[in-house]
C-alpha cells in the first residue's frame, strides 16, 4: 500500500526557510515520479517542483524557481522540499505527491498518491 507522510510545516517569517519532508511507503522514491504542490485558500492548485524517477533530474515552476530545491534520499525513502527565502505569497497548504506511470509527472491530475497535507504560513 503506498503511503505519503508529510511533515515540517510551520508559521516563518518572510525571508526565512523551512524544510518540507515526504516519507515513502509501499513504493521506493527513486522508482516513481515526485512532485510538490500547494493550493492558497480561493486559489487552484498549483505544481511547485518535480523530479524524474530515472535520473533524479529536477524541474520547477518560474514562481519558486532559485528559492525551493526538491531532492530525495533513497535509504531514507524520502522526499523533501527545501523552501528558501519564503514570502507572504508562499502561504498555502503544501502536499507531496507520487506516480509511478512515467518517469516525470508534471499534471497533478495524473498523480496517483498524495500527502495528507501541510500548512505553511509566512507572516511577520
Known amino acids: 500500500q503506498v503511503q505519503l507522510v508529510e511533515s515540517g510545516g510551520g508559521l516563518v517569517r518572510p525571508g526565512g526557510s523551512l524544510n518540507l519532508s515526504c516519507a515513502a511507503s509501499?513504493?521506493?522514491?527513486?522508482?516513481?515520479?515526485i512532485g510538490w504542490f500547494r493550493q492558497a485558500p480561493g486559489k487552484e492548485r498549483e505544481g511547485l517542483s518535480f523530479m524524474r524517477s530515472t535520473d533524479g533530474s529536477a524541474y520547477y515552476t518560474n514562481s519558486v524557481r532559485g528559492r525551493f530545491t526538491i531532492s530525495r534520499d533513497i535509504a531514507k525513502n524520502t522526499m523533501y522540499l527545501q523552501m528558501n527565502n519564503l514570502k507572504p505569497e508562499d502561504t498555502a497548504v503544501y502536499s507531496c505527491?507520487?506516480?509511478?506511470?512515467?518517469?516525470?509527472?508534471?499534471?497533478?491530475?495524473?498523480?496517483?498518491?498524495w500527502g495528507q497535507g501541510t500548512q505553511v504560513t509566512v507572516s511577520s
Open positions: 509501499g513504493f521506493t522514491v527513486d522508482s516513481y515520479a
Open positions: 505527491a507520487a506516480s509511478g506511470r512515467y518517469s516525470l509527472v508534471t499534471n497533478a491530475v495524473i498523480y496517483d498518491h
